[in-house]
Structures are given as structure tokens and as C-alpha cells.
């Protein structure tokens, strides 16, 4: 199924400075997830010889072609993957290791092949395109489960690395010893994972199928990791890291930075014309690209909060299987099962003790129209009195608007101007008695 663009809004790129990280003091606040797997792969490419950007084209056209004529025959089979976690921490800030390995673990069984109880997972019915349009049928377990990793002399893949450096760029580092980091197990047998402190509110980054052995793997920043010490509402559940293993395992991200509606080329995903931000349980986000579609903000690959994700779809699935498949990308990873720690089962941890905040007393935001040209309307329900502090910005991370509201409990609205904004993306910030609700809101012109 071709999928066409039908509106050029801004690039994104613009949003992910990560070059020019600072020294920033360590915190556990809930922050403002952003992936950058795309910008990543943009800023390599550029910074490449030229023998190495001919290198990977071909590369990529070779995993393209195969993958086109793997999906259509394609055998699916169980697949194990061992992982190994890379921690690295400053003496001043050590970090609680094992358990969050765990616990991550336990999430990416459940959200690629659900062999582990399903608790962590949410109510797939609060999203009502769940059912209405149809992605409760293309919904599909993977197929491909994940262990701990277990060494030569029996080590076990949770490595706890001192380190001088506190925060992290987006530039590999952290995979080299001699550059402060850790060096990978064989990146063709095993998924090595990066636990550090990144610039900013990013979570993570992916190598997708095709780059350098030396480099490939996953980074992913603390705050983000695992269900227990760190993590923080709404990026609690651990679905970060099966985000960026999507990726990892070549799933394109709903959304495409350089290209406005480009596409995943998965046929049973709809075009997103940007990424979804907060809490998604309502019917309203519809994509800006030809035809309009109703996006699957429940998919993993979408980058809602946690507890509003929970699905991959079966071509999602056929992709992953292509990729392990003998002749793929990632044939040699999907050959691991006997690289796992060895014990009769999996280790099983108790779900995350985080106070729950009923529904019914939630903060919920709607913004609308949405694309939006000239103003739009702010809806706010507050579950309580309080005062609520808006603010709008833009992927540059400029300040556009800024309200500091005493409200009451029931429902607000407020109207903002946006006519002498420029076309693109921006996000929508609300912060009351505790809680915080997101929205993406798209401006045209």
C-alpha cells in the first residue's frame, strides 16, 4: 500500500541540538520524551566520508530489496535475543542496576511476544480507534522474546561501568572504552543496551539494521529505564527502550523528520504526519497527510506515554521476522538462545509500586481545531482547584505562549492566537497539582 504526502510541514530536525550537550545536574523529574533515532542517523550520514555514505546507500538498498522479497514468504519463527546492559555511572551518582534490568526485561517480553503476565499492560479499550478503526485486528505478538545475556565465565550481561563523564551527546561515546564508555559484547549475537544521562528530555536512540558493528546497539538515558527507582509518570511502564528495540530491529517510526508523511513502509500502519505526544485515549488525532487517516497513537512506534501504547501490527511483525530471518540484518542475533543466562525461567518482579491516580480525578487537555491556522481553543478539565500553568513551544524550544491559570474543578477553556506563528509542530505543556498532560499541536499556513 503506496502512501503519498499531502502537507510539507517543518522538519524536526531543528529540535534534537544534542551536539552542544552541557553539564547539566542530575534529577528523576518527569521530563518531555523525545526520540532521536531519526536525527541520529541524519547527523552520521552527514558526518561520514564519502566511501562510507556509498557504503551504507548500498548497504540499505540490499536490506530494502530483501526485505521486499523475504516479507511476501517469509517463515516466522520463535527468536530469543540476549541483551546486555552497559551501566555507566559517576561516583557521585551511582545507580540501582539489577532490578531495573529486570524489570525491563519483563516489559519487552510482554510488549514483543506478551510470555510474561500481561499486568503492566493498559486498557486497550480507553483508546476508542482501537476498535472503531479496526487496529484491534491487526494487533500481533512478534514473535521474538528477549533474555539476560550470559558471558564467557559465566558473567552475566549487567555491566556497572565507573565513568568520568556525567552527560552523555548523541555521538557514540559511550560505546568505546577508550572514550569513557564500555566496549559491546559481538553486536551480531547479542543487542547491547547503554544506560546513560543524555542532554535534554531525550530517551534514546536505535542503530537501525545496517550500520557499523562497532557502533550498533541502543542508547537509552536513565530516567527512562526499567519501571522501578527512576522513572517517573508518564514514562514509568518501561516502554522507551521497546520503542528504540522496534527501531533496533528495523520498524521506522510512525512519523518521518526529513520527509512530512513519508512512509514506514509497513502497509497495515497509517501515515502520521508527527509524532503523538501525552496521555491518547480519544478519537480525535487524525493525520494532516493524504486521506486523512485516524493515527494508530497506540502503536509502540508512535511516541505516546507509556500507559497509551501497547500494540505492533501484524506487518510490523512480518518487518522484525524479515530482519532475523537467515540472510537478514540481524540473522546472527536471532541465533542467541543459548547465549542466555542459564535458569529454568525467567525472572518475574512485582509490578512497579506507583501510586495509580484514578481516571475519573485525571487532568485532561484537548486542543482543537487541530491542524490549526489562525488560533485554536484550549480545553482543560481539572479534577480538582488548583493552578494550572500552560505554556506552548515550539521544537526549538521557544517559549510561545505562557498562561498561569487559578482554576477551579470542572471545565475550562481558553483560546490562543497563533497567527504570527510559523508552520510546524508545537508542543502543548500543562502542569496542575501534580500532574502533566501533553499535546502536539500542528500549525498550517
Same mark, same amino acid.
Given at each position: 500500500?503506496?502512501?503519498?504526502?499531502l502537507?510539507?510541514?517543518?522538519?524536526?530536525?531543528?529540535? +534534537?541540538?544534542?551536539?552542544?550537550?552541557?553539564?547539566?545536574?542530575?534529577?528523576?523529574?518527569?521530563?518531555?520524551?523525545?526520540?532521536? @533515532?531519526? /536525527?541520529?542517523?541524519?547527523?552520521?550520514?552527514?558526518?561520514?566520508?564519502?566511501?562510507?555514505?556509498?557504503?551504507?546507500?548500498?548497504?540499505?538498498?540490499?536490506?530494502?530489496?530483501?526485505?521486499?522479497?523475504?516479507?511476501?514468504?517469509?517463515?516466522?519463527?520463535?527468536v530469543?535475543?540476549?541483551?546486555?546492559?552497559?551501566? +555507566?555511572? @559517576?561516583?557521585?551518582?551511582?545507580?540501582?542496576?539489577e532490578?531495573e534490568?529486570?524489570?525491563?526485561l519483563?516489559?519487552?517480553?510482554n510488549?514483543?511476544?506478551?510470555?510474561?503476565?500481561?499486568?503492566?499492560?493498559?486498557?486497550?479499550?480507553?483508546?476508542?480507534?482501537?476498535?472503531?478503526?479496526?487496529?484491534?485486528?491487526?494487533?500481533?505478538?512478534?514473535?521474538?522474546?528477549?533474555?539476560?545475556?550470559?558471558?564467557?565465565?559465566?558473567?552475566?550481561?549487567?555491566?556497572?561501568?565507573?565513568?568520568?563523564?556525567?552527560?552523555?551527546?548523541?555521538?557514540?561515546?559511550?560505546?568505546?572504552?577508550?572514550?569513557?564508555?564500555?566496549?559491546?559484547?559481538?553486536?551480531?549475537?547479542?543487542l547491547n543496551?547503554?544506560?546513560?544521562?543524555?542532554?535534554?528530555?531525550?530517551?534514546?536512540?536505535?542503530?537501525?539494521?545496517?550500520?557499523?558493528?562497532?557502533?550498533?546497539?541502543?542508547v537509552?538515558?536513565?530516567?527512562?529505564?526499567?519501571?522501578y527507582?527512576?522513572?517517573?509518570?508518564?514514562?514509568? +511502564?518501561?516502554r522507551?527502550?521497546?520503542?528504540?528495540?522496534?527501531?533496533?530491529?528495523?520498524?521506522?517510526?510512525?512519523?518521518?523528520?526529513?520527509?512530512?508523511?513519508?512512509?514506514?513502509?509497513?502497509?497495515? @500502519?497509517?501515515?502520521?504526519?508527527?509524532?503523538?505526544?501525552?496521555?491518547?485515549?480519544?478519537?480525535?488525532?487524525?493525520?494532516?497527510?493524504?486521506?486523512?487517516?485516524?493515527?494508530?497513537?497506540?502503536?509502540?512506534?508512535?511516541?505516546?506515554?507509556?500507559?497509551?501504547?501497547f500494540?505492533?501490527?501484524?506487518?510490523?511483525?512480518?518487518?522484525?521476522?524479515?530482519?532475523?530471518?537467515?540472510?537478514?540484518?540481524?540473522?546472527?542475533?536471532?541465533?542467541?538462545?543459548?547465549?542466555?543466562?542459564?535458569?529454568?525461567?525467567?525472572?518475574?518482579?512485582? /509490578?512497579? /509500586?506507583?501510586?495509580?491516580?484514578?481516571?475519573?480525578?485525571?487532568?485532561?487537555?484537548?486542543?482543537?481545531?487541530?491542524?490549526?491556522?489562525?488560533?485554536?481553543? +484550549?480545553?482543560?478539565?481539572?479534577?480538582?482547584?488548583?493552578?494550572?500553568?500552560?505554556?506552548?513551544?515550539n521544537?526549538?524550544?521557544?517559549?510561545?505562549?505562557?498562561?498561569?491559570?487559578?482554576?477551579?474543578?470542572?471545565?475550562?477553556?481558553? /483560546?490562543?492566537?497563533?497567527?504570527?506563528?510559523?508552520?510546524?509542530?508545537y508542543?502543548?505543556?500543562?502542569?496542575?497539582?501534580?500532574?502533566?498532560?501533553?499535546? @502536539?499541536?500542528?500549525?498550517?499556513?
Open positions: 500500500m503506496m502512501k503519498y504526502p502537507l510539507t510541514l517543518l522538519v524536526l530536525g531543528a529540535a +534534537l541540538h544534542l551536539v552542544s550537550a552541557q553539564e547539566t545536574k542530575l534529577d528523576t523529574r518527569t521530563i518531555y520524551r523525545r526520540y532521536a @533515532t531519526q /536525527e541520529f542517523a541524519a547527523r552520521m550520514e552527514k558526518e561520514a566520508l564519502e566511501s562510507e555514505r556509498i557504503t551504507a546507500k548500498n548497504k540499505e538498498k540490499e536490506i530494502k530489496k530483501n526485505t521486499f522479497d523475504k516479507e511476501r514468504t517469509i517463515q516466522y519463527q520463535e530469543v535475543i540476549p541483551v546486555v546492559f552497559h551501566f +555507566l555511572y @559517576t561516583p557521585e551518582k551511582d545507580v540501582v542496576y532490578k534490568a529486570y524489570s525491563q519483563y516489559t519487552l517480553n510488549d514483543f511476544s506478551e510470555t510474561l503476565s500481561p499486568g503492566a499492560k493498559p486498557v486497550e479499550q480507553a483508546n476508542r480507534a482501537y476498535v472503531k478503526e479496526g487496529y484491534d485486528r491487526r494487533k500481533s505478538k512478534t514473535g521474538v522474546s528477549f533474555c539476560l545475556a550470559e558471558g564467557s565465565g559465566k558473567q552475566l550481561g549487567i555491566l556497572k561501568v565507573a565513568t568520568k563523564t556525567r552527560l552523555w551527546n548523541a555521538d557514540n561515546a559511550m560505546k568505546s572504552k577508550r572514550t569513557g564508555g564500555s566496549d559491546p559484547w559481538d553486536t551480531e549475537k547479542y543496551i547503554w544506560v546513560v544521562h543524555l542532554p535534554d528530555s531525550v530517551g534514546g536512540y536505535a542503530q537501525m539494521p545496517g550500520g557499523l558493528a562497532a557502533t550498533d546497539g541502543i537509552i538515558d536513565y530516567r527512562f529505564f526499567g519501571t527507582h527512576y522513572t517517573r509518570k508518564p514514562y514509568h +511502564l518501561g522507551t527502550l521497546s520503542h528504540l528495540v522496534g527501531s533496533y530491529l528495523g520498524l521506522k517510526e510512525l512519523w518521518d523528520e526529513s520527509t512530512p508523511c513519508g512512509d514506514d513502509e509497513v502497509d497495515d @500502519t497509517p501515515i502520521h504526519n508527527a509524532p503523538n505526544y501525552g496521555p491518547v485515549n480519544v478519537y480525535q488525532h487524525i493525520s494532516t497527510c493524504d486521506g486523512y487517516p485516524v493515527e494508530m497513537t497506540m502503536n509502540i512506534m508512535d511516541a505516546t506515554d507509556d500507559a497509551s501504547a500494540m505492533f501490527t501484524a506487518g510490523q511483525k512480518k518487518r522484525i521476522q524479515t530482519m532475523l530471518s537467515k540472510g537478514g540484518p540481524r540473522e546472527k542475533l536471532g541465533q542467541g538462545g543459548s547465549l542466555c543466562q542459564k535458569e529454568e525461567k525467567p525472572k518475574k518482579l512485582a /509490578e512497579p /509500586e506507583l501510586a495509580e491516580v484514578p481516571d475519573t480525578r485525571r487532568l485532561t487537555l484537548l486542543a482543537y481545531p487541530n491542524p490549526t491556522k489562525d488560533k485554536f481553543t +484550549l480545553n482543560l478539565s481539572p479534577p480538582a482547584a488548583g493552578t494550572c500553568e500552560i505554556q506552548v513551544i521544537f526549538s524550544g521557544r517559549l510561545m505562549s505562557k498562561q498561569q491559570l487559578q482554576l477551579d474543578e470542572g471545565h475550562y477553556q481558553t /483560546e490562543i492566537n497563533t497567527q504570527s506563528w510559523a508552520p510546524g509542530l508542543y502543548i505543556h500543562c502542569r496542575m497539582n501534580g500532574q502533566t498532560v501533553n499535546q @502536539t499541536l500542528s500549525v498550517v499556513k
